[in-house]
């Protein structure tokens, strides 16, 4: 796991010399450190880490202001299509967010600002494109758009699902009233912008069946 002192070193570099590769690095070294809780694969059960990502109050000045405007970049160029690197960063940046929902004390917050909107938005056009097979430009490599969407539903799973209930529920595992009493944290609220996502993923033409949909447990 990266230092807390790299971590800083380069929130530093990026706040002095204002260059988004400084950002990136800073992103992608925090994603590589607590990478072991992302645990995307919906259809096994949590995986259990000793460890807790770090609480909203021990990251950097401004940061989740400084990601919003960058994730809200790579929404307004989503018309265009993304470059390869912009895609990259959108995948990092809703990797930084899971991770962060992770600590359960970070849900409420995260689950109140723009992020999800954001989110929620590329994601239905990408799976627009991925549905369609129109846009040739866009779905030049489909790994990328299918690697952010993978990210985007378990996004959504840990702000309205962050014990992971409904995992346990599909591999057989019935959480009993007494385990479910001992959850302390709350949801996020829902957005108005996540119910017609919802019936999006919920009634697609190309995804898995119905009962291994994430957004199924909200």
């Known amino acids: 796991m990266a230092s807390r002192e790299r971590l800083f070193e380069l929130w530093m570099l990026y706040c002095t010399k204002k260059d988004p590769d400084y950002l990136k690095l800073w ?11 992302l645990d995307v694969d919906f259809e096994k059960l949590p995986t259990r880490v000793d460890d807790m990502p770090p609480g909203i109050s021990l990251l950097p000045d401004n940061i989740l202001q400084v990601l919003r405007i960058q994730l809200l970049q790579c929404v307004q160029k989503m018309a265009d299509g993304l470059e390869e ?9 809703v990797k930084f967010f899971i991770i962060l929902c992770r600590n359960l004390s970070n849900v409420e917050e995260i689950g109140t600002c723009s992020y999800i ?3 929620i ?18 779905m030049a490599d489909q790994t990328c758009i299918e690697e952010f969407v993978i990210h985007a539903l378990a996004f959504c799973e840990s702000l309205y699902d962050p014990y992971r209930n409904w995992r346990h529920r599909i591999s057989g595992r019935i959480l009993s009233t007494v385990e479910k009493s001992r959850q ?11 119910v ?6 919920s009634f697609p033409c190309e995804m898995k069946e119905d009962r291994n949909n994430p957004l199924i447990a909200c």
Do not use: H
Request: proline share 3%; aromatic share 18%; hydrophobic share 40%.
């Open 117 to 119: 909107n954001y989110v």
């Open 184 to 194: 302390k944290y709350k949801p996020a609220s829902l957005t108005v912008e996540f």
């Open 196 to 201: 017609p996502f919802f019936y999006l993923l």
């Open 27 to 37: 992103l992608d070294t925090f994603v590589s450190s607590y990478e072991q809780f």
């Open 85 to 93: 690197q912009q895609q990259a960063l959108s995948i990092l940046l």
């Open 121 to 138: 938005t590329m994601t239905t056009l990408y799976i627009q494109q991925l549905k369609s097979k129109k846009k040739e430009k866009e």
